[in-house]
């Protein structure tokens, strides 16, 4: 008797269930930071190792694949002193994003995902663009694998 076959229940019925492994491409970087791209793939694998289902694959074995290009960065002043230096200062970042399978068809709700996040960070208690960058990193490759969730 197989009448409830196709009934998924746990974890697995957050994921798409004909894809069981994913390449994920080295991100492109349009931005004039160096190394962005890279620091983000890594990220973005750790936490598809992490928190799916899906293995990491090269491109000739993959069942899908991932890409990403970080398109926007930018630091901004929030708060000054009264010298007009900065004590809080914010750093966005944009990412576009897309899923394909392994004939180019789009496995996220649209074609090209746009993902932005911010941070905050204040200088004068040690933190710097550097940090504010690794925390929008993290974000952002949390982001990247939640747009990896099958549609409800």
């Known amino acids: ?12 019925t957050l994921y798409t269930p004909n894809v069981s492994s994913v390449h994920v491409q080295m991100f492109e970087n349009d931005t004039f930071r160096r190394g962005l791209g890279p620091w983000l793939t890594e990220a973005v694998v750790k936490e ?3 928190r799916t289902p899906y293995r990491i694959a090269d491109a000739r074995s993959a069942d899908s694949f991932l890409r990403a290009q970080w398109v926007a960065d930018r ?3 929030l708060v000054e002193n009264a010298n007009d230096e900065g004590r809080d200062l914010g750093y966005t970042g944009q990412v576009e994003v897309t899923w394909t399978d392994r004939y180019g068809n789009p496995l996220t709700a649209g074609r090209v995902i746009k993902i932005t996040e911010d941070v905050s960070f204040v ?4 933190q710097s663009v550097t940090t504010a960058q690794q925390e929008l990193v993290r974000k952002l490759a949390q982001q990247i694998v939640n ?4 549609g409800w």
């Not at 200088?123 to 040690?126: A, D």
């Not at 747009?147 to 099958?150: D, L, P, R, S």
């Open 1 to 12: 008797m197989t009448g409830c076959s196709q009934y998924r229940f746990g974890n697995c």
């Open 48 to 50: 598809v190792q992490l």
């Open 75 to 77: 630091k901004t002043i």
């Open 123 to 126: 200088p004068e208690v040690g």
């Open 147 to 150: 747009q990896m969730e099958a």
